[in-house]
């Protein structure tokens, strides 16, 4: 569904891809794992527009990616749900849902199919039915995140991009977001490029994962095996953190 070969990406005169190369096949999850600054939301940023490529060249479904605006990657099938959620605070639930959708607006029945589809995510995250009139920003960060993943399957992606959805959040609250990812994959058919700094968590989700350091893809394979490799918890936990991995 997905190829980047041979990315690099730079803020300003900072190099931070470096030849990156990954893939993901239709209805997987894969993650990415790093320490922080390793190039993982660069990744996510590159794909979706947002911070384009200075080259390499990214396939999304066998269609050439170079150069589109990020309202034309949402219209291909690619939504991203950003690190620190970015829910617009002072409206309701519902219209934050709306908002999601905003590239589907042409007839009646899209406005019926997309009055439809947020009855889908409140089926999927009831405590955003109970809030629906609320104001986002006040609800629980928790609440914001289910809103903040809502929003983007408003537009109905074939790719889900996430960024640290599980980052200040409770663990129950957390068990509960993987929850819906599994299920939005094995239900829905959404294919699921996951950055987490929770790597175990994100590792017994996933199917494949990726390894970053400095820009680069330093290990790659089956997120079982990557669970197991010590290399992995030195590059993600570091050697004082090794006591909470083996939690």
């Known amino acids: 569904m997905l190829k980047l070969k041979n990315i690099n990406t730079f803020y300003g005169k900072v190099h931070a891809l470096k030849n990156v190369s990954l893939h993901l096949s239709e209805g997987e999850i894969v993650t990415l794992i790093g320490a922080n600054g390793a190039g993982k939301t660069t990744i996510l940023n590159t794909i979706s527009g947002v911070t384009p490529a200075a080259s390499g060249e990214i396939m999304f479904a066998k269609e050439q990616m170079q150069g589109l605006a990020p309202d034309r990657i949402v219209r291909l099938g690619i939504s991203q749900v ?14 934050n849902l709306l908002l999601g959708a905003y590239l589907r607006y042409r007839t009646r029945d899209d406005k019926a199919a997309i009055r439809n589809d947020i009855n889908e995510i409140f089926k999927l995250f009831p405590r955003l039915e109970e809030r629906r009139e609320q104001a986002a920003g006040t609800m629980s960060g928790g609440e914001q995140q289910m809103l903040a993943i809502g929003r983007a399957l408003m537009a109905r992606p074939k790719l889900l991009l996430l960024d640290e959805p599980s980052m200040g959040l409770a663990p129950l609250v957390v068990q509960e977001i993987f929850k819906v990812l599994q299920q939005l ?13 929770n790597a175990k968590a994100a590792l017994k989700l996933a199917d494949r994962g990726y390894v970053l350091e400095t820009g680069k893809v330093v290990l790659q394979g089956e997120a079982s095996l990557l669970l197991e490799n010590t290399e992995v918890k030195r590059a993600y936990l570091g050697k004082e953190q090794k006591e909470i991995w083996e939690r």
């Not at 620190?84 to 219209?95: A, H, L």
Request: glycine share 8%.
């Open 82 to 95: 950003p690190e620190g959620r970015q829910v617009f605070k002072p409206m309701t639930v519902t219209d």
């Open 185 to 197: 994959r094995d239900e829905r058919g959404v294919t699921i490029l996951l950055v987490e700094q």
